[in-house]
């Protein structure tokens, strides 16, 4: 389980199920556990120190890079 923060503000963002290795690219919907405060309007996701954190493309969020960090286990089963 992964833990997001704002980069700018260190603000918790949502939790997150990551399966496998690598970078995290997108975040689906349906593998967040729990969301703190975010922010959704125009197709974009914003903390609430009103920096983006990534583009909402329905079934998931692109995240944009070095917006937020994240801290946690990946489940490398996948």
Do not use: Q
Request: hydrophobic fraction near 30%; glycine fraction near 8%; include cysteine.
């Amino acid at each position: 389980m992964l833990t997001f923060k704002c980069a700018a503000c260190r603000r918790k963002l949502w939790k997150y199920f990551k399966i496998g290795k690598g970078e995290v690219v997108r975040c689906h919907k349906d593998r967040i556990k729990k969301i703190f405060e975010i922010d959704e309007r125009d197709g974009k996701v914003f903390c609430l120190c009103g920096r983006p954190i990534g583009v909402d493309k329905e079934g998931h969020y692109r995240m944009i890079r070095n917006a937020c960090t994240y801290s946690g286990t990946k489940d490398p089963k996948k």
